[in-house]
Every structure is written in structure tokens, then in C-alpha cells.
């Protein structure tokens, strides 16, 4: 039987995907003017989610990102459909969750370093 893994090794695998999400978006905002362009996104969360669901089972190292390209956003003249605004809001929202998961790995650090010294 497999151990499940600690919620640190989830908060990982969520900062691991977070880093990932942030470069794709960076790589969509330097391409913001390249002719033929086509936007992509960091599918993560829902695999990591499937981790979770599937129990005792979980293998954390097999958790990969899906890098895709949407297809469904206008395009403009060039073919290029990334929209710096959307890009932006996607930027803060991806640091937002980044922030989350350094807090909450943080404290559960604190958590464990404060049982090891209770005596």
C-alpha cells in the first residue's frame, strides 16, 4: 500500500505548475506582436485535482502540466490572438495563487517545526 502524500508535496506540485503557468504567460506577452501567434495555457490544477481524488494511489512525479493552445480567442490581423489585458489579469491571478501556496506551505513548515520542539 502507498503512503498518501503530506499536503506539502500537493503544495509543491501546485507551486511547481504556478512557476510553469507564469512562463507561458510571460512567453504569450513577449509574442504579444509576432504575426501568427496563438496564445497558450497551463492546464495544471485539474490533473493535480484528479491526484488528490484518486486517494492512496497518488504519484506526485507523474502530475505533468498540459501546455495548450485554446484556439477559441479572436484573432487579430496578423493571426496573433494573445490580448495583453487578459494576459495581465491572468498574470495577477497566477501570483495570487503562487502567494497562497508559499503561505500555506509556510505555516504548515512552522507547524511541524513547532510540534519537533514542543516537548
Excluded at 69 to 81: A, C, E, I, R
Aim: proline share 5%.
Amino acid at each position: 500500500m502507498v503512503k498518501p502524500p503530506a499536503i506539502t508535496q500537493y503544495l509543491e506540485a501546485a507551486l511547481k505548475g504556478a512557476s510553469i503557468r507564469q512562463s507561458v504567460i510571460a512567453n504569450n506577452i513577449a509574442n504579444l506582436n509576432s504575426p501568427g501567434y496563438r496564445r497558450s495555457v497551463v492546464e495544471f490544477e485539474k490533473h493535480l485535482a484528479e491526484a488528490i481524488e484518486a486517494g492512496d494511489d497518488v504519484d506526485l512525479d507523474a502530475i505533468r502540466e498540459s501546455i495548450l493552445q485554446p484556439m477559441n480567442t479572436p484573432v487579430d490581423l496578423n493571426g496573433n490572438d494573445v490580448s495583453l489585458e487578459i494576459e495581465i489579469g491572468e498574470m495577477i491571478k497566477n501570483n495570487a495563487m503562487y502567494k497562497t501556496y508559499m503561505r500555506v506551505l509556510g505555516n504548515t513548515y512552522r507547524k511541524m517545526a513547532s510540534a519537533i520542539q514542543t516537548p
